[in-house]
């Protein structure tokens, strides 16, 4: 079954600290991975793909094939990256996708 | 243009009753998708559409979820004999193709439906 997995709820670090948003997935076949993001009182958006190889507001994923990761970092966080963070797998082509419970990131000033 | 518009933003329904969900995807966009998003989850898929056939509605909970696209634009989600559990933000995104390889879904505000 198609699965992914945010262990953290809620992570709270403080500003200049490094965060790390954990992600694992269980898929069959070759996975596209997401990760989308909701600041307070805005819509769901886009962050990063992996397969784009971007960094974004400071923000890399790492795609793991063997241990089926694909964590979000980023090494000194800011008082603007607090959200809530989706990791969201895809197959390739016309699927949709499948989001985790999701991480609420709290940057502490 | 604009981005994903969803109506009403909010509603309030009494148990029973049937509710009609709005969403006006990104002009030209192939496919549309319906989530279902409970307090403190993330969103569940629900429903998806490329152009006016509804290709996957294996999320659907139950056979009083309905949704449709007739012309390949605008979509609604209607829930018939709406219960408590059905409370939630129900969001809808689009794409321009799938999801797949650099296609990004296009999330609207979403509709928070309360069933008192």
């Known amino acids: 079954a198609q699965r992914v997995t945010q262990p953290e709820k809620l992570l709270s670090v403080f500003k200049g600290a490094p965060v790390e948003l954990k992600c694992n997935y269980s898929?069959?076949?070759?996975?596209?991975l997401f990760w989308y993001v909701q600041y307070s009182r805005q819509r769901l958006q886009l962050l990063l793909r992996?397969?784009s190889r971007e960094s974004i507001k400071g923000f890399t994923a790492d795609l793991n094939k063997g241990e089926t990761s694909f964590h979000l970092k980023k090494p000194f966080a800011q008082e603007e990256d607090s959200a809530m963070y989706y990791c969201a797998p895809a197959n390739s082509g016309n699927t949709p996708l499948v989001f985790g419970k999701g991480t609420r990131l709290s940057v502490i000033a | 243009g604009a981005g994903v518009s969803q109506s009403p933003r909010y509603k309030v329904a009494k148990r029973g009753q049937d509710v009609a969900l709005r969403c006006d995807p990104i002009?030209?966009?192939?496919?549309l998708f319906w989530y279902q998003q409970a307090l403190g989850q993330g969103p569940e898929f629900l429903t998806y559409?490329?152009?006016?056939?509804?290709?996957?509605k294996s999320g659907l909970p139950s056979d009083r979820f309905f949704a449709e696209r007739p012309e390949g634009s605008v979509s609604t989600l209607k829930i018939q004999r709406t219960q408590q559990e059905d409370s939630a933000v129900y969001l809808c995104?689009?794409?321009?193709?799938?999801?797949?390889?650099?296609?990004?879904?296009?999330f609207g505000q979403g509709t928070r439906l309360t069933v008192v």
């Open positions: 898929y069959s076949g070759s996975p596209e």
């Open positions: 559409f490329q152009n006016e056939a509804q290709l996957d």
């Open positions: 002009s030209g966009h192939v496919s």
């Open positions: 992996h397969i």
């Open positions: 995104a689009s794409s321009s193709s799938g999801t797949g390889r650099n296609t990004e879904a296009f």
